[in-house]
């Protein structure tokens, strides 16, 4: 197959935030995950020190915290300060001790050097509650809760510069869910009073892609409104931990897009594209494993606590992992001209690219997607098409063949027009790819590093943390042009100096 690249045809510049993060208190995410006081690997401030250093090499951009539907019955006042409040966590039947609150998590963003993008409490929370949050973060000393924060030691504002109003409150699984026509009144007037606190802050709300939630949202808030949110996972194990094989997810990895252009198109309808960004601020193949969790308390907590140690199943996390989050990524470079923000969801276990256990750390195959996205993709996204070959595979469907084409990929160049930057996907299974191009006119040297694993179901763990790591891969230059062998199951950055 040969990729062509159109130098001259900027798509867009992309924003570092699509490669961003989300961490929800949830299992063992902030406690046990990035938290963990009695830890021999936690530092002063009972952070873990091997987290905080394997995220600081994929250069978090943004956090957000925390929750994601734990939010929806959070009240952030229980957790500042030296009196902590704990409580029961309706979301996720636990007590919340509280011991990891705002202060804790923005010196945590501080450490690892992301922004903090904090999520409000839309269900029970009032409309002013979120002023009052912006109040402690933001405001020198005006008000009550700057004063709060200043008692609490933080004499200079933190300056969180995003906020989301709610989280999924379209959906009756939301502790407090709201219907049409309510969430755009409730949004708007959080946004008023907050906005009225700090003026300079980002604001996101809760949406889905359905037109009557999003219009009405957009008609009643989007004057306040910086970004809209969206969410997606695609293999659904909420209740049954029936993980997709491979060639399913690359079924799936046929559908990342059509959210992004739903809204897109929605944005675009009332004139708000180049007004409001998309933030898919929580994405994964994979959901959560958590059964039982909506049914009453009848059920013991072996029926709705235990089964969440089963997203702790390493095994679980293969190049199928890998290769849909890169043809994801791929999709918001694609797009870079109206999704600003994405966050892996979540980052630290659950269905996180780092687990923890009592020794260290496991870094999972999208771990390292994240390492070689961030630190080899340039900034610039260029228009580039495939031709030739017979890069197509098929896979059954609903009964019938689905034919899936192997390859994805995306150009990129720096802002300088130095160096340029491909990544390339080749989702199929088992066959290899032969990929050629004409190099850019002035490339002087060209390298390329490749993560494929031995096969497609290979996976990191305890005792085996390097099966699936980038390495060096072999690249032929011959009178400016440049061809490659694209294994099978494996991502590839191809770079070009
Ligand atoms: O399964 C985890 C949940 O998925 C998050 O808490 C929520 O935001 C989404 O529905």
Redesign the pocket.
């Known amino acids: 197959m040969e990729l062509h690249i159109n130098a001259n045809r900027v798509v867009g510049a992309r924003d570092m935030m699509i490669y961003g993060h989300f961490l ?1 208190h ?1 299992h063992r995410q902030i406690y046990g995950g990035v938290f963990a006081p009695d830890s021999p690997l936690a530092d002063t401030q009972g952070f873990r020190t091997d987290v905080i250093n394997a995220l600081k090499q994929i250069k978090p951009p943004v956090v957000r915290w925390p ?4 939010v929806s019955a959070y009240h952030w006042k229980d957790a500042v300060g030296k009196t902590r409040r704990p409580y029961f966590d309706k979301a996720w039947r636990v007590e919340e001790p509280c011991t990891f609150g705002t202060d804790e998590f923005l010196a945590f963003c501080e450490r690892i050097g992301a922004e903090p993008y904090l999520c409000s409490n839309a269900g029970t929370g009032t409309e002013e509650e979120l002023a009052d949050w912006v109040e402690y973060c933001n405001l020198e000393r005006e008000g009550p809760y700057a004063k709060m924060r200043i008692a609490n030691g933080h004499k200079d504002p933190f300056a969180v510069k995003y906020w989301s109003i709610g ?2 409150n379209w ?1 009756a ?1 939301e502790i407090g869910a709201k219907k049409t026509g309510q969430w755009g009144q409730y949004v708007a007037e959080t946004a008023k009073m907050a906005k009225r606190v700090d003026p300079s802050i980002q604001l996101f709300a809760a949406s889905i892609v359905n037109l009557d939630w999003n219009i009405d949202l957009l008609r009643q808030a989007g004057a306040y409104l910086d970004w809209i949110s969206v ?1 997606n ?1 695609w293999d659904g194990l ?1 209740q049954v931990n029936d993980v997709a094989p491979y060639e399913k997810a690359m079924l799936y990895s046929l559908e990342v897009e059509a959210p992004i252009r739903k809204t897109r198109h929605i944005l675009g309808a009332l004139d708000y594209l180049g007004k409001i960004r998309i933030a898919f601020d ?1 994405w994964n193949l994979k ?2 494993h ?1 059964p039982n969790i909506h049914q009453g308390s009848a059920l013991e907590k072996r029926d709705y606590l235990a089964p969440r140690d089963k997203n702790d199943i390493n095994s679980d996390y293969t190049m199928a992992d890998a290769v849909f989050t890169a043809c994801f990524l791929n999709a918001c470079l694609r797009n870079c001209d109206c999704v600003g923000m994405a966050n892996y969801s979540p980052t630290v276990n659950t269905r996180g690219m780092i687990y923890t256990h009592a020794e260290g750390i496991v870094l999972r195959p999208t771990y390292h997607v994240y390492d070689l996205y961030v630190n080899l993709m340039q900034e610039v996204v260029l228009d580039s098409f495939l031709t030739g070959g017979d890069g197509t595979f098929e896979v059954e469907a609903g009964g019938k063949p689905k034919t899936i084409p192997a390859l994805d990929a995306v150009a990129t160049r720096s802002a300088d027009g130095k160096n340029m930057s491909v990544a390339l996907i080749n989702r199929h299974p088992d066959k290899a790819v032969d990929l050629s191009g004409a190099c850019p006119t002035e490339c002087t040297g060209i390298s390329a590093t490749c993560l494929a694993g031995s096969h497609k179901d290979d996976y990191n763990d305890i005792g085996r943390e390097s099966s699936v790591k980038p390495e060096p891969h072999a690249v032929a230059l011959k009178e400016g042009r440049y061809a490659l062998r694209l294994p099978a199951h494996s991502v590839t950055i191809l770079s070009f100096i």
């Open positions: 929800e949830f929750g994601g539907c734990f989280n999924e959906g699984h969410h996972y909420w929580e959901g959560w958590h």
